[in-house]
């Protein structure tokens, strides 16, 4: 059973315009959230990350929202670049579980030129 | 640069072989994990470790099963390979809760 879900399997937006990118959890254990983005034929890289003591977190470009009644988080991407073009992942961590994070599907993004 | 290094990238084995997939890391971590990227499923959890001759099962260990003799090191072990274990094998590292650092992966074809 899936417990972090990512709905769109992808996601085409034109340079400079922002990307949404949408994760919904199951779990009300979880309380760390982590975004990850890969690009073909590597591993996954940090993003960036949300504790749910806090409903917004930037860095740069990116900003993940996390809104904890819905169960759902989000990541923005603004603007948007032609490099960002990847498989993003969602991963969430139960409290008292210590190292463990389980991950979404993946949503492709490509940034068109 | 901290480096999570997998000892293959592209393994093409044959179905019924012992398959090794190996992990080394240079960060002094205390935790290992193997995952498995499949299109549509995202990363599962096949095994992993929070110390040196520990291992836990995570959500699909069925056909597998990992060894760490030494911190840096953890192995999968793949013990009579099959068709539906074509997949990309990801092993990752931790200290914390801040996440994961990943190896770049191995993508591995049994036929």
């Known amino acids: 059973d899936q417990q972090v879900k990512q709905n769109s399997p992808s996601l085409s937006v034109q340079e400079g315009r922002i990307s949404i990118l949408n994760c919904d959890y199951t779990?009300?254990?979880?309380?760390?959230f982590l975004w990850y983005k890969k690009y073909p034929a590597e591993g996954p890289t940090f993003l960036i990350s949300?504790?749910?003591?806090?409903d917004k977190n930037e860095d740069g470009r990116f900003t993940v929202f996390l809104n904890k009644s819905a169960k759902h988080l989000s990541l923005h991407i603004v603007p948007s670049q032609p490099g960002d073009s990847a498989v993003y992942f969602c991963?969430?961590?139960?409290?008292?579980?210590?190292?463990?994070?389980?991950f979404g599907t993946g949503t492709s993004l490509t940034v068109i030129p | 640069d901290v480096k999570v290094t997998q000892s293959s990238r592209y393994l093409v084995k044959r179905t019924g072989e012992k398959v090794f997939l190996e992990c080394v890391q240079d960060?002094?971590?205390?935790?290992m994990f193997w995952y498995r990227q499949d299109p549509g499923l995202g990363l599962r959890l096949i095994y992993f470790?929070?110390?040196?001759?520990?291992?836990e099962k995570g959500d699909i260990p069925e056909g597998y099963s990992v060894s760490r003799e030494k911190k840096e090191r953890f192995s999968l072990i793949l013990e009579s390979a099959s068709t539906n274990q074509t997949s990309m094998y990801l092993c990752?590292?931790?200290?914390?809760?801040?996440?994961?650092?990943f190896g770049s992966g191995t993508r591995l074809t049994v036929v």
């Open positions: 779990n009300s254990m979880f309380d760390y």
């Open positions: 960060m002094d971590h205390e935790n």
């Open positions: 991963a969430a961590s139960p409290r008292g579980t210590g190292n463990q994070f389980y």
């Open positions: 949300i504790s749910s003591i806090k």
């Open positions: 470790s929070y110390d040196v001759k520990m291992k």
């Open positions: 990752a590292s931790s200290s914390s809760r801040e996440g994961y650092t």
